[in-house]
């Protein structure tokens, strides 16, 4: 089993920046895919950002060249989110793909002034 604890989140301006970051505990050695999802009220979760055990990286087109994923250590991943916008509003999640597919918690971030 694996365990997801993101933290980071709250309020920034309009181009402000934020970092998220994903703690996991567990059976982290059987971890090979991390990645970051969000969920703005009244929509379908979606997939922003994804790091392999290798360290390959993609994102989705909303986010590109404004958010980072990167995985400093065996059981952390981070997303550095710069450029804020109110669109990114949102509850973001951590998850984790192992023997089984993991999910944290969720932590809000709000764009706003």
């Known amino acids: 089993q694996v365990q997801l604890v993101e933290s980071g989140g709250g309020l920034a301006q309009p181009g402000g920046s934020l970092r998220l970051s994903c703690v996991a505990s567990?059976?982290?050695?059987?971890?090979?895919?991390m990645r970051w999802y969000r969920q703005a009220p009244g929509k379908q979760r979606e997939l922003i950002a994804i790091?392999?055990?290798?360290?390959?990286t993609n994102y989705a087109d909303a986010v590109k060249g404004r958010f980072t994923i990167s995985r400093p250590a065996k059981n952390t991943v981070r997303l550095e989110m710069n450029s804020l916008k109110s669109e990114d509003t949102a509850v973001y999640y951590c998850?984790?793909?192992?023997?089984?597919?993991?999910w944290g918690q969720g932590t809000q971030v709000t764009v706003s002034s």
């Open positions: 998850n984790a793909e192992g023997r089984k597919t993991y």
């Open positions: 790091i392999t055990s290798g360290g390959t």
């Open positions: 567990g059976d982290i050695l059987s971890i090979y895919v």
